[in-house]
């Protein structure tokens, strides 16, 4: 894929994002809602992936994934942030990175559009049974199999980028200049996600664990069962 068919997808993906996000911004019924279901969501993922967040292998990465990918905390600004230096991440960086942060923001999409779903039929108080009825009753099966692919291959991704040589001297230099245009959040994101990939010792391990289980949830789910399991 051509750098200018990834940063197409990157800003129609950004608009969709940006959309859902500024729609509970103007409904605090839907806000609410929205902020229960992620604290739900993010106690679970505490919950089933514990090993993984002790580990001193993998803590890092986990707490990437749970609090990035998952978790309660506003990533409005890092949205504005990628609209803002678009350009000159195509202009910056190599196929591959630029890749990655493009599948990072298809999976953010999906996400909140799935949360957007569940927090207008759930509200902001609910039980277990409830949280269970509505993720089969409001976001389809085919939505959360490509959900967990994309998060499987943007753990790919970022196995991969490890390997990739001076994309931390890249990143680096990206610093100073990301600071300056009040881009730091965004870069932190770059950074950690990079980082704590290149510290562990087997991060394909990593993505394959996390994915199997999330993937072992789903079918728990839509066999009708109705709480996930830990």
């Not at 569940?118 to 039980?127: C, D, I, N, V």
Request: proline share 4%.
């Amino acid at each position: 894929m051509r750098k200018e068919d990834l940063v197409r997808t990157m800003e129609q993906q950004l608009r969709a994002v940006k959309a859902e996000r500024q729609a509970s911004m103007r409904d605090p019924n839907l806000l609410a809602a929205r902020t229960a279901l992620k604290t739900y969501q993010s106690a679970r993922l505490k919950i089933t992936h514990a090993d993984l967040l002790a580990a001193p292998d993998t803590r890092d990465a986990a707490l990437f994934f749970l609090n990035e990918l998952y978790g309660v905390r506003d990533a409005g600004q890092r949205t504005i942030d990628l609209e803002r230096i678009i350009p000159t991440m195509q202009r910056v960086l190599p196929l591959k990175p630029l890749q990655t942060i493009t599948q990072a923001v298809v999976l953010d999409a999906l996400s909140e559009r799935l949360d957007t779903a569940m927090a207008k039929f759930l509200g902001a108080s609910f039980e277990e049974q409830e949280y269970g009825a509505a993720y089969r009753t409001v976001t389809a099966r085919e939505e959360r199999d490509n959900q967990l692919t994309l998060i499987q291959a943007l753990g790919e991704s970022l196995t991969e980028l490890v390997h990739i040589p001076l994309l931390s001297l890249t990143l680096g230099v990206m610093r100073g200049p990301a600071r300056i245009a009040g881009l730091s959040q965004l870069q932190q994101f770059l950074e950690r996600g990079f980082g704590t990939f290149k510290r562990m010792n087997n991060p394909g391990r990593f993505v394959t664990t996390l994915v199997s289980r999330e993937r072992a949830i789903l079918e728990t789910m839509y066999a009708g069962r109705a709480d996930p399991p830990n």
